[in-house]
């Protein structure tokens, strides 16, 4: 959550040394996340939720995936769109891996309906619509940015499941405690709400991406197949 703040607060700055000063620390404090938090006992790409505080949880959380992932495209969008962009873009293409990696590892976790559990690699746990939603929401912005397109079968399966978990009285069912993360929750919850709405947003932007993305190979190949037929007119008409 920091360093999207950080690399923010850099782009608004008008002097660039200062701004370079704070993207750079955005980028930086996400590495260093990454070294610290990826587990390196199972080498999946999954990461650890808590560790090194006054207590820990070294458990591979799904949500905290998603918020990792959510944080790395910020940064990098941040970054891409500042004055800096040029003198900073050897940055951009190591966000996209980063979030690639983790996406990648947590969909290997993705159940038959579409769920993921609350902690993505324990079958005791409970299918969580939040981290479930928070997942294919990242996952349709990355596919905007970088490299996804393999997971957007995952990100479909997850937003169908989603679509049939909202309450008659617009709450997400079927979440994790937002208040201890531990826990199934029956309540509200601000941060799964949040989260299926953002699923939402992502799913209709990629939609219209991808739409954007057909449409124009289509006029390309209608253009190379137009200008084929007038070469064979004007051979042609050349012949004769």
């Known amino acids: 959550m920091v360093p999207p703040s950080l690399a923010y607060w850099g782009a608004l700055q008008t002097d ?7 993207l750079t620390k955005a980028y930086e404090q996400l590495r260093l996340y990454r070294d610290v938090l990826r587990d390196q006992s199972t080498n999946n ?15 591979h959380w799904t949500t905290g995936h998603g918020w990792a992932v959510a944080g790395i495209l910020r940064v990098h969008q941040t970054i891409a769109k500042s004055a800096l962009r040029d003198e900073l873009s050897w940055m951009l293409p190591n966000l996209v891996s980063w979030a ?14 579409g769920s993921l559990y609350n902690y993505l690699d324990e079958d005791s746990s409970f299918t969580d ?5 928070f997942m294919a929401a990242v996952t349709y912005r990355l596919a905007m940015i970088g490299d996804a397109t393999h997971f957007i079968e995952n990100a479909d399966r997850a937003f169908a499941l989603v679509k049939t978990k909202i309450a008659a009285d617009g709450r997400l069912m079927d979440v994790v405690n937002p208040y201890d993360f531990t826990n199934p929750y029956s309540d509200v919850s601000p941060e799964g709400n949040a989260m299926a709405l953002m699923l939402q947003a992502a799913h209709r932007d990629y939609s219209g991406f991808s739409k954007s993305i057909h449409n124009g190979l289509a006029d390309v190949f209608s253009a190379f197949a137009k200008a084929i037929e007038a070469a064979k007119n004007l051979d042609s008409e050349s012949s004769t």
């Open 129 to 133: 619509m939040s981290g479930t939603a």
């Open 16 to 22: 660039l040394e200062v701004s370079k000063d704070y």
């Open 100 to 113: 690639q990696e983790i996406v990648g590892a947590v969909w290997q976790f993705q159940r038959a309906d």
């Open 45 to 59: 790409g999954l990461w650890h939720h808590v560790i090194f505080g006054s207590w820990s949880d070294p458990r």
